[in-house]
């Protein structure tokens, strides 16, 4: 059956049963093989999703759960990737944070790491270590990087609290600042 999903901006179309999961539609119809299958079964969070700004996990989201005007964010999402035309680093502050830090070992986690912390970093600009701790809970690292991580959410707050203007800051509840 056609669908049509709104990914990362874009209209695109798939022929998959509603019943796929999002995450197959993604990497085996749409090409976006950011967010990783690890346990499929929700336990793990690698492959996490933003749908309308809110992380969900895409291997037991089924296709015809995803309302049809609802948005839906990728890794390859975030950042600026009208930059790679240009050869400047396209990459968002998070995503850049991670990088600065080391936070990835084997990296299977990682992509849904981050999808988890920019959903959280847009609605909590300047989090305490223990509100990160607990925002990134239920995604699991099994190399253990956890310290690294936190350390990333926190190095990519303090830079997007430099970067944003205090009333921006206040105001924005969506995904604009990374
Ligand atoms: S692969 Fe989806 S939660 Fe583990
Ligand atoms: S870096 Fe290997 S699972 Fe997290």
Not at 56 to 85: D, F, H, M, W, Y
Request: proline residues 4%; charged residues 15%.
């Amino acid at each position: 059956m056609k669908t049509t999903l709104n990914i990362n901006g874009e209209m695109k179309a798939c022929d998959a049963d509603p019943a796929t999961p999002l995450l197959y539609v993604l990497r085996n119809d749409l090409e976006l093989n950011g967010a990783k299958f690890g346990c499929g079964a929700g336990q793990c969070g690698a492959c996490t999703v933003l749908l309308n700004g809110e992380p969900i996990r895409s291997c037991v989201t089924v296709l015809g759960a995803v309302p049809a005007e609802a948005q839906i964010t990728t890794i390859e999402g975030l950042g600026n990737p009208g930059n790679k035309a240009t050869g400047a680093n396209s990459l968002s502050i998070l995503q850049n944070a991670f990088i600065q830090e080391q936070a990835a070992q084997c990296g299977y986690c990682i992509n849904g790491m981050i999808m988890t912390a920019q959903a959280f970093l847009n609605k909590t600009p300047d989090p305490s270590e223990a509100q990160i701790r607990s925002a990134l809970d239920a995604n699991l690292c099994r190399c253990g990087t956890h310290s690294r991580i936190i350390k990333a959410v926190q190095r990519a707050a303090q830079q997007i609290k430099q970067s944003v203007p205090k009333t921006t800051l206040q105001s924005t509840t969506s995904g604009e600042l990374a």
